[in-house]
């Protein structure tokens, strides 16, 4: 496939602009517990995730960077908003630094996006993860805080599938910039590997199709594609 050109400048000093805003607000770690009480109180619907450290910082975003940032909330394609747009269109995601893989959104969205604002771009808090104990402290005491049990829960204990190991702290490391230039290029990286779909032909617990998405094999990302990086 063709090379793609390096981002424009402007581009650069955006996601430079946002990163250094989250850098100092970011916790040096974020304690499960302390994460899911402060998304409790503060109203968030996701609160009873169990996958909780994406939910928070959707959540921190929220309360702490778009105040900052003038609250400016980027498009929304469906069921899809992205975070901020300001001369660009910008959506953020915490990755646990273990995984190579990294969730996106909805492929649609992704592309109509890309296509109508001159791009996309990804902020990436990457960082170390600590699990829960052999006792699973953390589950039990989030299962307390959720008082019933979910139909998810119910539907894997029919199954008698096991519970997925909690995950109990979360230690930012890394922000990482991605930019997506057009739609040419997300087909371009689906081509050469680095994107790649999920979700695809499969349905939620109620029988409905889930939109599938789009996600990212982070160590083959071109270079060309990343707009900066900068340590916490």
């Not at 581009?11 to 302390?34: Q, S, W, Y």
């Not at 915490?94 to 992704?110: F, R, S, V, Y």
């Not at 771009?121 to 052999?134: C, L, Q, T």
Request: charged content about 30%; overall charge positive; glycine content about 8%.
């Amino acid at each position: 496939m063709g090379v793609n050109p390096k981002p424009d400048h402007s581009i650069v000093e955006e996601f430079i602009k946002i990163a250094l805003i989250a850098k100092p607000l970011l916790p040096k770690t974020i304690d499960g517990k302390v994460a899911v009480l402060a998304m409790k109180d503060g109203g968030s619907k996701n609160w009873r995730q169990m996958e909780w450290i994406g939910w928070w910082f959707e959540h921190f975003v929220e309360t702490e960077i778009k105040p900052r940032i003038g609250n400016t909330v980027g498009p929304k394609y469906g069921h899809t908003t992205f975070d901020f747009k300001l001369n660009y269109v910008w959506d953020l995601k915490a990755h646990p630094d273990h995984k190579n893989e990294l969730l996106l959104n909805d492929q649609g969205a992704i592309k109509k996006c890309a296509e109508e604002n001159g791009g996309l771009g990804f902020i990436i808090v990457e960082g170390a993860v600590d699990y829960d104990d052999e006792n699973e402290t953390f589950k039990k005491w989030h299962d307390l805080q959720k008082g019933k049990t979910s139909k998810y829960v119910e539907d894997r204990i029919a199954r008698k599938a096991p519970s997925r190991r909690r995950k109990a702290q979360f230690t930012p490391t890394t922000i990482l910039g991605v930019w997506l230039p057009s739609v040419r290029l997300i087909n371009e990286g689906i081509h050469d590997g680095w994107i790649s779909g999920f979700q695809e032909n499969m349905r939620n617990s109620d029988g409905h199709p889930r939109n599938a998405k789009f996600k990212f094999n982070l160590s083959k990302i071109p270079k060309e594609n990343i707009v900066g990086t900068i340590q916490l």
